[in-house]
């Protein structure tokens, strides 16, 4: 476990860009160089956490752990590794962010609301040419927008992902279906199903616990664990998925709430840490860093659970067709949700003038043509925050 908890600590500190950058440094590190397994078994893991709900990269992270560590104790020190150093890092700027003031700081805010139009936009570009390539997927994509936007908050994106899953049954059918696994690992059928159960019971019971117990820690966790029980498609995902959930109660701001997500673009590791400066920026108690430890293991521990739960039998399930027309139809689906977020909160909330604007393209392009390190454009984008503030 030592061993696999150096790794990645290595990695949480160094993987920029994003969980498909991750994807690419954990084959590098760990399949490349220190052989912990051969290709084929590293292409079946990032299957298996590319059809589950979740951050597919720290999942793979997880599972890598597992298979390393002999079993879960391995997959945490995995998690542990590649998590915390992005998780402080966005907590030292929630304590900062809070501490700042004056026309500086209130720019650099401004910038990083900017920055987070321009994130959005490139994984709606991207998403909707890998994931709705054809006319039925964007069909369901366009669906998915337009439920989104008549039924606001979590509502009408789990309707999304839902009928998303159903017209993907009808149509998406004809891809080319999954060859079968070869991946051994060290969890039995028992241990997997015990922990699909704890998923289960975690996004029910604390829903129903928050309604009886004046308890905000809790509604806290279920909150932000519901929201990681929903994530398909990538990170950015999480996006409107946690603005419905922590934004619309008030219990973050909307300028507060992009300029975390803004933040969280600019250090290493998964985009779901921004879930800890949510957690310690929220209004009622907690908060601090007892709402951003609650918050952090509530984003990742449904995808945890998922993927240990699921290891065990997935070689049997991935070549079924109907599990993957599903999935299709679901991928497709969080393109539309994503593109609905978008607009409210991202753009509505960033882009009040022209100059606005011109600083988000700009981003914008320097992110997909000019393929600059996101880090590098965050931190050029509050330089033009800054700027447009003393205009």
Known sequence: MGEVFRAFLKLGLTAFGGPIAHLGYFRDELVTRRRWLDER???DLVALCQFLPGPASSQVGFSLGVLRGGGLLGGLAAWAGFTLPSALLLLAFAYGAAALSGPVADGVIHGLKLVAV??????VWGMARSLAPDRPRAGI?????FLTVFVAGSVGQLGAIALGALAGLVLCRAAPQAQAGHLAVPVSRRAGAAALVAFALLLVVPHLLVAGLPSQGLALFDAIYRSGSLVFGGGHVVLPLLQAEVVAPGW???GTF?????AAQAVPGPLFTFAAYLGAVAGPSPHGVVGAAIALVAIFLPGVLLVYGTLPYWDAFRTRPLAQAAMRGTNA???GILGSALYDPVWSSAVGNPRDF??????????????VAPWIVVALTALGGVALASL
């Open 118 to 123: 321009a994130v959005v936009a490139q994984a």
């Open 358 to 371: 011109a600083v988000a393209v700009l981003a914008f392009v320097l992110l997909t043509v000019g393929r």
């Open 41 to 43: 078994g590293y292409a």
């Open 333 to 335: 689906a969080v393109v």
């Open 141 to 145: 994509a366009v669906a998915a927008l």
């Open 252 to 254: 973050v701001g909307p």
């Open 258 to 262: 992009l300029a975390g997500y803004g």
